[in-house]
């Protein structure tokens, strides 16, 4: 909590997490993600990564095969001052919510220069549900 953190060139793989986030969760924190990997992690939330009142900047990284049972295949955010991801990719990530990214009550979200493919949502979203 309320914390600033930068990843470079880590890869998340085959975590685990029961409710938030199967590789990170974020609670009032700044968090900055380059040029990283997250594939085949799963949660109920965000497979990959779980956000909540924080600063989220996502850059050039990928996303592969993360699961969520409810939001976010990939990523899900909630609250969030900004939120932004460029140059990244999305393959392959589930969930029944926004197959690969879900928000809700997002001030700032910002997509570019990405890539989705072959994400899936059970309900609504099959890439982004915002």
Do not use: M, P, W
Request: with cysteine; net charge positive; proline share 0%.
């Amino acid at each position: 909590s309320e914390s600033t953190v930068e990843f470079r060139n880590i890869a998340f793989t085959n975590a685990k997490g029961q409710l938030f986030g199967g590789a990170l969760s974020l609670f009032s924190s700044t968090a900055t993600i380059v040029n990283s990997t997250f594939h085949n992690n799963s949660a109920y939330n965000g497979g990959a990564i779980f956000g909540k009142a924080s600063h989220v900047t996502i850059l050039s990284s990928t996303f592969e095969l993360n699961t969520a049972d409810s939001y976010g295949g990939a990523i899900r955010i909630v609250v969030q001052n900004s939120t932004a991801v460029i140059s990244s990719t999305f393959k392959s990530n589930s969930a029944t919510y926004g197959g690969a990214i879900s928000t809700r009550l997002c001030t700032a979200t910002t997509v570019e220069s990405s890539l989705f493919e072959a994400n899936s949502a059970r309900r609504d979203g099959g890439a982004l549900r915002l």
